[in-house]
């Protein structure tokens, strides 16, 4: 005995230190941890006053006294005070949870005369007496949950208008909340999570004149006993809620037995051990209209047959997370009226166990069934008949189920052919690979096919969709492998009206015929996240009802390059009816001019998380319905007017963060001044629209932006356009003369020609008499050929040459030759290429004489013809001459074009008939 008292007295104190530090630890947490979040003031919107989270001990006596709601929760409230609450007298909700109140003060009700709910949640109202509530009669909603209450005479007697009560969590040992009558208007009541383990057949006898009273929760009870009459009070129970309760088979069947002279409509049971269904477990509700039955949660394995052949009356019947391991022909035997059957992760799979079985027929009872659910739900395959006799099927969804399904062939549900009415199947998530042709043929007035979420790795030819002759959606996004549509994909589909094929494509879409063209009436196509690079202009032919694209997270940067080998795709041209389009992150640097062109329908557009930084000032012209814009996360500058009024003079809201904005007056005052005065929702506009340059706005708002600044520029406008407008012109000007000058030298030659007359008769007879020869050529052996195809054909009977080869007099000196005729010619030309520069003769006399001439006679007679580019020093070397020697039109070049050889010939008559003189 010592010992287990000295055991005991260790036990003793060690549970009183371990208490006292979880109470410092707690107070630490209460008094330094939340401070932080406190807030300084009540939001008022409208009526109605938002206080909770302030760490208030009294109730605020500033606020308006109109207001009607009043939320005080979440503070250190120890006692509400009536007369704190005198001066708003309109109230009429107020929430005072999460304090520690300890009593409901008398003449509350008083003090605020309109209230009708009253919220006291976890507190610490422990003793209820009858003042505390006595003129409470408007009250109809009170909340007195997580308290720890203890009735003192008939506390509710005075809240005669009440409908519904909420003493959940306060380790109340009793149901019965008075000793007679009272709450005559109450419809709820909600008992759960006391410590309540018998209903006696006298606990809601205070209910027996509650002719409203409709639900009644239970959950979470520790019953153990049901005594014959317990309901009898509240014959008029329609909704009861007993999940939680650990209803072994006995007392579940006494409680179905104590529930037959009710008006039971809606049970709930989830999660409360019905492991096995047996025949006998429901047979005391044969006598109510049932109509409303959950029993998820059960880790149920085995369903009797004809254990629910008691509810006729049965329209909705939840099986969700049990662990059925067999469904036979008979499991649902007398469900003849229910709609709606939910097996959400009710058949299961264990860790040793096998798949469970759906036998054939399992459904076939269910004559009336709308809905069937089955996701998440593990059998062991969908035979042939598996879904047969389902007349009034409207939806089955099948969605992540595990069944073995790999491909879908003609006969995968063929059970379904029965089942005219058949509306929407979803086979998310189910593995498949393959569809096979006429996969959907027996569902004929199908509506919604959902396959998202598969494997699907194959081309679609179309023939996998003949006989949906009804079909509106087609969802195949998020699909683990790879679909390559063809032209034919969607031939057998005229009827669509929503495709979704996101995360689920081959990158290729530039066949043709485009395989859209036969939707005529699609009103939505999601082709994003499949790195689609290539498409043709004709994407979205015949698609004139088209309202919103989705084309985000692919590569479309190319498409819209004016580089791009044919010009940019204008996909959008024949979609003149989109109202949503979506462009985010598709790497754009560009976007056309006319890609947006028509689209005066649209109301959303995003191209958020690409690469713009410049975009056309009509690029926008045509979006007078555009409400949302989103360019968020691009390379944006500036925002100015001339590209963005039309967009945002009607915007409802705008998305333009996170741009590296140059906060300029020419890239940024028309914005800064529009989101000063515009009523378009931005955002966050003051903290994330942050300007990139100059240096003085870094890292600050656009907001900061100071628009005086700009005035000063005013005067400058115009010398800064005169200035632009003359470097402007230079730089044609000098491009002009570079590439066309010989063209304009040309003309200009003959303009001059034409109007000096340089050629005159007077000129001519002094010429004639004075020099015999228009020009003595000195050429090298090998531009003989040249010499003879390109310059004797300007010879005529006025304008003739000297060549040694063909004018030299027969057996006269070859130096006396050269020096007489020389003499004897107005001009001397020099066929210059490095052929001449290497010929001794020409060099060694030729030109000395040339030149020795041209210093004697004091005249400029000599003309360079140019066969090759032959530099200066050359020149030098050689003939002892340099091209600063002679005037620039006495060098003539010959061109490489054969449309520049009329010039050359112009530039060189011209060199032969300028004057001797030296100027």
Known sequence: MMIADVFGCHERVHMAIWNTTLRLLFFCMWVLVPSRAYRSECRLELRKADCSHMNLNTIPQDLPEDISVLDVSHNRLVELKPSSLTRYHSLEQLDASYNNLKVVPAGLCQATPELWRLTLRHNEVHLLQDRDLRNCTRLIHLDLSDNRLRLNGEPFSGTENLAWLDVSRNKLTTARLGSRPQLPRLETLVLAGNDITDLKMDDFNFLSESSSFRTLALSSLPLKKVERGCFKPIAGLQDLVLNGCKLNPTLMASLCEELSETSLRNLSVQNTQQVILLTSTFKGLDKTNLTILDLSNNNMYRI????????????????????????TNSTFLGLKSLRKLNLQSALAKGHTSPLPVIDD???????????????????????????YGLPCLRELNLGWSSTGLKTVSNTTFASLKGSPLLQTLNLTGMGIKTLGPGAFSSMGNLKTLVLSHNYINQYLTGEEFQGLNSIQEIHLSFNQQMITLMSTSFIHVPTLRILMLGHALSPNLEMEPSPFRLLVNLTVLDLSNNNIANIKNGLLDGLQHLSVLKLQHNNLARVWKNA????????????????????DYNGLDEIPTMAFQGLSQLKYLSISGNLLNFLHDSIFDDLWSLRFLRLQKNLLTSVRQETFKVPLSNLTELFMDHNPFDCTCESILWFYSWLNTTNTSVPDRAKI????????????????????????????????VITSTLVLGLMVIAFLVHFQGWRIQFYWNILVNRTIDINDSRFKRLVECRYEYKAYVVHAQQDKLWV????????????????????????????????????????????????????????????????????????????????????????????????????????????????????????????????????
């Open 788 to 919: 003879e195809r390109s310059l004797l054909p300007l010879e005529d009977k006025d304008f003739k040459f000297f060549l040694e080869d063909r004018d030299a007099m027969p057996g006269c000196s070859t130096l006396e030759t050269i020096v007489d005729n020389m003499r004897m010619s107005r001009k001397i030309i020099f066929v210059v290429t490095e052929a001449l520069l290497n010929d001794p003769w020409c060099r060694q006399f030729k030109a000395h004489h040339a030149l020795h001439q041209v210093m004697e006679e004091n005249r400029d007679s000599l003309v360079l013809i140019f066969l090759e580019d032959v530099a200066d020093y050359r020149l030098t070397q050689s003939l002892m001459l340099r091209k600063g020697m002679l005037k620039r039109h006495c060098m003539v070049q010959w061109p490489l074009q054969k449309e520049r050889i009329p010039a050359f010939r112009q530039k060189l008559q011209l060199a032969l008939a300028s004057s001797n003189r030296v100027s």
């Open 304 to 327: 009797t047959d004809g254990a629910f052949q008691w509810f006729p009356m049965l329209e909705y019947l939840s099986l969700e997370q049990n662990n059925i391991k067999h469904l």
């Open 564 to 583: 791009n080998p044919g010009g940019p795709v204008l996909f959008l041209r024949n979609a003149q009816n989109l109202t949503v389009l979506e462009l």
């Open 689 to 720: 629209y942050i300007c990139n340059t100059p240096s003085m706005y870094f890292n600050r708002s656009v907001l900061d932006f100071n628009p005086e600044s700009c005035k000063d520029l005013v005067p400058f406008q115009a010398v800064y």
């Open 361 to 387: 027929f399992s459904f076939q009872l269910l004559v009336k069934l709308e809905y069937l659910y089955m996701e998440k739900t593990s059998f062991r395959e969908i035979t042939e008949n598996i879904f």
